[in-house]
């Protein structure tokens, strides 16, 4: 019983730790996202050429 319930224990941490590092993962890279075209869009603005694309 008490091996059953490590072992639960540890799935539910590893699920817990999965879910909070996606969800930071997804928030970072939005925001990231973000910032990387609101330059883009106020480039266009201003009549700037966009810079070339990452390769």
Same mark, same amino acid.
């Given at each position: 019983?008490? *091996? =059953? &319930?490590?072992?639960? $224990? +540890?799935?539910? +941490?590893?699920?817990? &730790?999965?879910?909070? /590092?996606?969800?930071?993962? &997804?928030? &970072?890279? =939005?925001? /990231?996202? *973000? ?9 266009? *603005?201003?009549?700037? %050429? %966009? %810079?070339? %694309? $990452?390769?």
């Amino acid at each position: 019983m008490e *091996r =059953r &319930f490590n072992l639960i $224990h +540890t799935i539910a +941490t590893a699920a817990a &730790f999965s879910a909070v /590092s996606a969800w930071y993962g &997804f928030m &970072f890279g =939005r925001e /990231s996202a *973000r910032k990387e075209l609101g330059q883009i869009i106020e480039d266009l *603005r201003q009549g700037n %050429p %966009p %810079p070339p %694309p $990452h390769s």
